[in-house]
């Protein structure tokens, strides 16, 4: 596995992509849109040796989930040129300027806050978190300069730490405050949103599993949030999800409860003994004092018929999982996945790095501020974005053997 980045230099609190675009939230209270497209331009004006691979790597990895660039790319000759293409740029780590490229600035959030603690794009809307609110702005993506309103949106009046959005809903993570959800986001003509309303006690992040909100108020204490949810009408879009929710279940269960005859032996002490939980959709990580990771999957039975209350979900083994039985190693702050490679990204009190069946390799080494993967994106999911004290990070992972 090899790991081709480029760093710009520059003061941002968060950084996300989107679109063909990379967003940069500035400490200076300002939002900064550069096209990726003219990023990878720029560095093969400067770099020619960089050219062609570099253009897949960052502006066209589509690739990825394309079967016939794949097949490409098996072709012996073809194959060669890009080996030989990934040992020219594998210790290549170019230092570029954000006034090497075109940018879009948008102002209109000065004043509004101090600090972007996360953020998220969802069906076109930008949610960031921050030291005071949640905020969203609703931009137009499909000019070719993007184009924003006078004004942005403030939807709570307290800190927001973490994000997370699907189903046409956004949930934000305001630790010892609780976690907010409004459901319906993008109503049709004449509605108007809705406010966040409080749907669980202290929360740090939260997660999806299945169509269900998996709640962290602590980083070894998830809890499951049943919901409902309907169709998506003609007439809305939610990217590519066809269900929106509806509702929350008031009961709220952590996760270890849902301990049945299939579940394998010993699967509630995992949680309870775990210094950390992670999970991806069903498959949930814990890591535990020995820094090696284990694997359940949260199993929802077949249910027909909508007359009757919906079985609960069982955990299960799952020994397939590429990530079970692998070791970590120092202390982990947080984690992302890359399901595309059964990867895990994750960071440490000076490091990021990537873990793999081939092991773990270094991504960067010093602290981050804020570290992102796409893992439910088509063209972004084998990049990383890991924003650090004096600029951004971009990552592509590629699989030399692919």
């Known amino acids: 596995m090899k790991a081709i980045k480029f760093f710009i230099r520059g003061d941002f609190d968060s950084a996300y992509l989107y679109r063909g675009r990379l ?3 500035s400490r200076f209270s300002c939002i900064a849109i550069l096209e990726l497209s ?10 020619p040796y ?10 066209k990895n589509e690739w990825l989930s394309n079967d016939q660039s794949r097949s490409l790319l098996k072709h012996p000759l073809l194959f060669r040129l890009f080996n030989r293409w990934l040992t020219t740029v594998q210790n290549w780590q170019p230092d570029l300027e954000l006034t090497d490229f075109r940018v879009i600035l948008y102002e209109a959030v000065k004043n509004c806050f101090d600090t972007v603690l996360d953020c998220v794009i969802y069906n076109g809307r930008i949610y960031f978190a921050t030291d005071n609110s949640l ?3 609703d931009a137009d993506w499909l000019r070719k300069r993007v184009a924003f309103p006078p004004t942005l949106t403030k939807r709570l009046d307290t800190r927001c730490v973490s994000l997370s959005a699907r189903y046409g809903a956004i949930n934000a993570s305001s630790a010892h405050d609780g976690l907010f959800s409004a459901f319906n986001e993008f109503p049709t003509t004449g509605e108007s949103f809705r406010e966040p309303s409080i749907i669980d006690g202290p929360s740090w992040k939260s997660d999806w599993c299945s169509y269900d909100i998996v709640n962290y108020d602590a980083s070894f204490h998830p809890r499951l949030l049943r919901t409902t949810r309907e ?3 003609k007439e809305k879009t939610y990217e590519r999800d066809k269900l929106f929710l509806t509702s929350v279940s008031e009961v709220k269960q952590p996760l270890s409860s849902f301990v049945g005859k299939e579940s394998p032996a010993g699967a509630n002490a995992r949680f309870e003994d775990s210094r950390l939980v992670f999970n991806l959709n069903q498959n949930f990580y814990t890591v535990n004092s020995n820094n090696e990771i284990d694997s359940v999957k949260l199993s929802y039975p077949r249910h027909s018929n909508r007359d009757e209350p919906a079985p609960e979900p069982q955990l299960r083994a799952n020994p397939q999982n590429a990530l079970s039985s692998q ?13 595309v490679y059964d990867g895990l990204v994750f960071e440490t009190c000076d490091s990021v790095k990537f873990l793999s069946k081939d092991g773990i390799i270094t991504l960067i080494d010093e602290a981050a501020v804020a570290v992102k993967t796409y893992p439910k994106s088509i063209d972004y999911q084998n990049l990383v974005t890991v924003v650090v004290e004096d600029g951004v990070w971009l990552i592509c992972m590629v699989d030399e053997n692919v």
Do not use: R
Not at 328 to 336: F, G, Y
């Open 23 to 25: 967003i940069l939230f």
């Open 38 to 47: 003219d990023i990878v331009d720029k560095i093969q004006e400067k770099f």
């Open 50 to 59: 960089t050219a062609p691979f570099i253009e897949w790597c960052f502006a």
């Open 135 to 137: 905020y969203h702005i």
């Open 231 to 233: 169709p998506v009408s």
């Open 327 to 339: 070791k970590l190693i120092d202390e982990v702050l947080s984690t992302c996945t890359m399901p």
